[in-house]
């Protein structure tokens, strides 16, 4: 596979490491430095409980400084569940027969996102299967992105789609690029290449570098905003972690910026597919948990997203520890938005959720925790994005303004989409953390607040 050389990875895959190595590494961590690969193989290497202790209280530190107390939350939007791939762990494959093939219409997706709209969702994650020829794909591509921000519900509209479906030629991530798309996100599943190719059975990912290419024709289409990741259970969790890393490192050199968010989706049951209940590599809590730490402090600039096939309890300690986005009440299946829809049935879907709370019982759970739910696009609508956005976020230029829009965003939703008691806790959040803000940001945030007041919406810096 290209970029990827598994040798190396073995080899760092061996090393030992001490407490006293470790200690250097944290202190280095701490300092926002990025990691090399062979400092970051040796806090995955760790298995003392009170070494992993001092690494998970450092990714908590790196995580409060860059981040704050902010998460931002989107939902994604499953448009097609056609497929003409085959991988083994997919609900979606081309020869799983037991799933009910669904592939919305334009008009079907904008009503979708006007339900989506209506609970107060501002960010949206299209996804969809592989099925056709290319130019029928991202003809299909273009008009859902369109439809989804055509969409309007009481003067609200969405503010950013991002997008998870199969790679493209540069020609045809300039189209989506320039209909506006936020982050194109595409999943290398796993490095290893020889279990890649046990895995993709059929159709055009059964080329691992394929996929590869794909990432680097986005970032050639100036698409600067990448999201990259495997998916957790298909081979060794460390050495898929530094393969990631090393891929990483590929695009840091060659693009100047590496990607804008990393996902580390673990695999869940999926209809018709006998492996996905039993993957080979099953992921414990505890190694996941060493997973998101060690990312957060050898990216420490990288988004880190979980999706809601984690639990909510899970997820409330892997946002402490470095993750910077989560979903909210997601479906998986194509149609699944509509109050009880007959799309949500078990052979539609593509995989198992286990966080089920509407997007008011996530939001509520964030603030009784201290988190600030934002719901903030301005940085892509501003430009901020890819080296720019690295170059503002490195010296910590960005987290002011970051704290006005998530506050602002948070602001609107609660006045416009938060129950009673939600409404009560979150305002009572914004003036407790408006006390922590420099007095320019508190006047600035006091003109929006005003302005939400008067009916006004969207404001951003
Ligand atoms: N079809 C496109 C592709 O494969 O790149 C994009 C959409 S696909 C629905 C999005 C991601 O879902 C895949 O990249 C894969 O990592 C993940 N996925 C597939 N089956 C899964 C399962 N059983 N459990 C968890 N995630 C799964
Ligand atoms: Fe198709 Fe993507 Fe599922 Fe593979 S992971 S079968 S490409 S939808």
């Given at each position: ?5 598994e ?18 590494i ?40 860059i981040y ?9 939007l ?9 991988c ?11 799933t ?12 979708q ?6 609970r107060?969702?501002?960010?949206i ?9 290319s ?37 045809h ?13 595409i999943?290398q ?26 990432v680097?024709?986005a970032f ?9 990741g ?10 898929e ?5 090393m891929?990483?490192?590929?695009l840091?050199?060659?693009?100047g ?26 992921v ?37 520890l ?10 998986v ?22 966080d ?5 019982e ?13 719901f903030?696009?301005?940085c ?11 170059d503002?976020?490195?010296?910590g230029q ?6 006005i829009?998530?506050?602002?965003t ?9 129950d ?7 305002c ?6 408006k006390?922590t ?17 008067n ?7």
């Amino acid at each position: 596979m290209k970029y990827i050389d598994e040798m190396k990875i073995n080899s760092l895959l061996k090393l030992k490491v001490t407490e006293k190595e470790v200690d250097e590494i944290i202190v280095k961590a701490k300092q926002l430095k990025r990691l090399s690969l062979e400092e970051s193989a040796k806090l995955l290497m760790v298995k003392d409980d009170i070494v992993l202790q001092k690494i998970y209280e450092s990714a908590s530190y790196v995580k409060r400084t860059i981040y704050g107390n902010r998460v931002v939350i989107f939902v994604p939007l499953y448009i097609s569940n056609l497929c003409s791939n085959s991988c083994v762990y997919c609900g979606f494959a081309s020869n799983n027969k037991v799933t009910v093939r669904k592939k919305l219409t334009f008009q079907e997706i904008k009503q979708q996102t006007e339900i989506l709209l209506g609970r107060g969702h501002k960010r949206i994650l299209m996804v969809a299967g592989e099925m056709g020829s290319s130019e029928e794909n991202i003809n299909y591509y273009i008009g859902a992105v369109k439809a989804i921000y055509s969409a309007e519900y009481k003067c609200n509209k969405i503010k950013r789609v991002n997008i998870n479906v199969a790679p493209m030629s540069v020609e045809h991530f300039k189209k989506l690029r320039d209909i506006g798309i936020g982050t194109y996100q595409i999943f290398q599943e796993t490095y290893h290449e020889q279990t890649y190719r046990k895995l993709h059975v059929a159709g055009a990912k059964t080329d691992p570098d394929n996929r590869l290419n794909g990432v680097d024709n986005a970032f050639k289409a100036g698409i600067d905003d990448v999201g990259i990741g495997p998916l957790l259970g298909l081979y060794d969790p460390n050495f898929e972690i530094l393969a990631m890393l090393m891929h990483i490192e590929h695009l840091e050199k060659t693009y100047g910026v590496g990607p804008h968010t990393i996902s580390i989706p673990r695999i869940e049951p999926a209809p018709g597919s006998d492996y996905a209940s039993k993957p080979d590599y099953l992921v414990k809590d505890e190694e996941f948990k060493k997973i998101v730490s060690v990312l957060r402090l050898s990216v420490p600039y990288t988004g880190i997203i979980v999706s809601t096939r984690e639990t909510a309890k899970f997820r409330d300690i892997l946002i402490n520890l470095g993750v910077s986005q989560i979903s909210a009440e997601s479906k998986v299946t194509p149609g699944g938005y509509e109050e009880n829809s007959v799309h949500n049935d078990k052979l539609e879907r593509q995989f198992s959720i286990n966080d089920q709370r509407s997007l008011n019982e996530v939001v509520k759970a964030l603030i009784v925790k201290g988190f600030i739910p934002s719901f903030c696009a301005a940085c892509y609508r501003k430009n901020r994005t890819g080296k720019r956005f690295m170059d503002l976020a490195k010296p910590g230029q960005i987290k002011r303004i970051c704290d006005i829009n998530a506050l602002v965003t948070f602001k609107e939703f609660l006045k416009d989409f938060a129950d009673a008691d939600v409404k009560e806790l979150g305002c009572k959040l914004i003036e407790k953390h408006k006390i922590t803000l420099d007095n320019k940001s508190v006047n600035i945030l006091e003109k929006f607040f005003k302005d939400i007041d008067n009916g006004i919406r969207d404001k951003y810096v």
